[in-house]
């Protein structure tokens, strides 16, 4: 995301212009050919820089990683959205959270980015661990104290995983041009039950 | 898969050896790089053969993908086994059919090889779309003769592949570790809803 200049940072002006074309043509390299292809050399140009200059801001590969797929979404904004209100909605408030959020179009290109980046690569596979287990799903999962929290955590995020993978990378119609009623109506039961429901047959 | 010498198929002795090599080659370098990446030289090396090779018997490296990415499974053999039976227990014998199938380490380097290249190959995503809507989960939706069939097949294959990829890509626990039993008894009323339930809220 373009971040606007910070005064209280000390940074200098245009430093933060930098930044975020760094960090946009990391995620596009990133997302284009998978964590272990994508050199520094190739975001650098991709961002009309010297690859020196992105050590100096992002460090190594690893860290410029980290640094452009942290999902630009926080987690203290989601989980309360998520269990505020009727218990009964929070199915579908999950749902329309999460299909309000991947509407952006970046947020995009991060996902595609970590799908396409774990099927080889640690790194990412554990990124997407974190957001399931700590970041984003299990804390809402904690928060609804139901027994078998961490496994209720991983099937939410594996049905929200999966919707997004067809919605936005195999765009398989109709799903992937349904309105956010219609995935809401299909999707947000399962959710509910994964959260709250009966999990163990 | 290591395919046995098929005498009616008039194939010399050793072609259906070196045959199963390089598409055993091309899988593991499909999955480990994804399709752009990936060469016919790198493959025919992994193989232990010549790239002109690769090429006689497998044409382009389109054409190679194809060969080498068929899911080595039967929709003649699956869609009757699902459909067969109690019809509350569909949910069940889909989601205990796919846990069987996918079981074999080499299915799940296909898949790994699939949906690495899913996220920036066109044929890649094009092959999971064909699978979903007509090869396996499309049928068995026809056959139920539900409204929507086309809608409820994209909500199986999304929760199919969000289950797959948190089960052998992300590796996400206690999912990941969990029995046949534990997850079907989690995912088979969701897969049974998707197919004959009410998704339309």
């Known amino acids: 995301m ?3 200049s910070s005064p209280h940072t000390g940074r200098r002006p245009g430093e933060s212009g930098t930044r975020a074309a760094i960090l946009d043509a990391a995620r596009r390299e990133f997302g284009g050919v998978g964590f272990d292809r994508a050199t520094i050399r190739a975001i650098a140009a991709l961002a009309g820089v010297d690859p020196a ?12 990683f980290d640094a452009a797929l942290q999902v630009p ?5 989601i989980v309360p959205r998520v269990l505020a209100g009727d218990p009964d ?6 749902v329309r959270t999460m299909l309000a959020l991947w509407e952006d179009e970046q947020r995009q290109t991060v996902f595609r980015a970590m799908i396409r980046s774990a099927a080889s690569n640690e790194q990412a596979a554990a990124m997407i661990r974190e957001i399931i287990t700590r970041q984003i799903v299990g804390p809402i999962a904690h928060a609804l104290a139901m027994p078998d929290a961490e496994l ?5 995020g594996a049905q929200i995983i999966g919707l997004m993978i067809v919605r936005f990378i195999t765009r398989l119609e109709p799903l992937a041009s349904a309105t956010a009623d219609e995935v809401a109506a299909a999707v947000a ?13």
């Open 2 to 4: 373009a971040s606007v």
């Open 53 to 64: 200059l992105v050590h100096h801001y992002f460090g190594t590969k690893s860290e410029l």
């Open 73 to 77: 979404v926080s987690a203290d904004e």
């Open 89 to 94: 909605g929070i199915g579908e408030r999950a």
């Open 152 to 156: 209720r955590a991983n099937l939410v």
């Open 189 to 201: 039961p399962t959710i509910q039950r994964y959260l709250v429901g009966d999990i163990t047959g």
